[in-house]
T-cell receptor, first 115, second 113 residues
């Protein structure tokens, strides 16, 4: 079964440190999404790539967050410097654009705790 | 902007009872409506996807209906089992939102043995 792989699964870091989360989308999927999930806000879209190009990152705090896709098999989400309010579960999802009736596939997430 | 609401936020039923989970959305111009399941500590797993031209979709004990005109979708789970305990989220893929899903907050289901 093809799946989206995220690393690390858990990350505990101190405020001010840089955090990098990685995602390997399903082979053949050309859209990648980064979501953040918290109890208070639910699922929030942070960034969205199509064919490796960033299409929308309006949900992301630009001063500290950055998202990239250096190649088709790797997406990264970076936080620098991290803050306690960034503590959340970060999910990556991939899908096929142009096939609007193809479901999104989610990874198991990175649980980030910033102390 | 598409707003997706799920009521109730939590539901507890005895094993064997049928489950009815509700989802409402404000913008009826959708490509599809998707239902996901999320287990604790895990990502979301796609359960059913209803295309905008469809009225319902079925998979095993799961049946999802879609009424675009009233902005509603319902997920039915027949003969619930303890293994059905999870959080269920619906998401609308909207024309105005360019391949971005708008998620509801989810309904957390507990099936008591």
């Amino acid at each position: 079964d093809a799946r989206v792989t995220q690393t690390p699964r858990h990350k505990v870091t101190e405020m001010g440190q840089e955090v990098t989360m990685r995602c390997q989308p399903i082979l053949g999927h050309n859209t990648v999404f980064w979501y953040r999930q918290t109890m208070m806000q639910g699922l929030e879209l942070l960034a969205y790539f199509r064919n490796r190009a960033p299409l929308d990152d309006s949900g992301m705090p630009k001063d500290r967050f950055s998202a990239e896709m250096p190649d088709a098999t790797l997406a990264t989400l970076k936080i620098q410097p991290s803050e306690p309010r960034d503590s959340a579960v970060y999910f990556c999802a991939s899908g096929k654009q142009g096939s609007y009736n193809s479901p999104l596939h989610f990874g198991n997430g990175t649980r980030l705790t910033v102390t | 902007k598409q707003e997706v609401t799920q009521i109730p936020a939590a539901l507890s039923v005895p094993e064997g009872e049928n489950l009815v989970l509700n989802c409402s959305f404000t913008d009826s111009a959708i490509y599809n409506l998707q239902w996901f399941r999320q287990d604790p500590g895990k990502g979301l797993t796609s359960l059913l996807l209803i295309q905008s031209s469809q009225r319902e979709q079925t998979s095993g004990r799961l049946n999802a209906s879609l009424d675009k005109s009233s902005g509603r979708s319902t997920l039915y789970i027949a003969a619930s089992q303890p293994g059905d305990s999870a959080t269920y989220l619906c998401a609308a893929f909207t024309f105005s939102n360019d391949y971005k899903l708008s998620f509801g907050a989810g309904t957390t289901v507990t099936v008591r043995a």
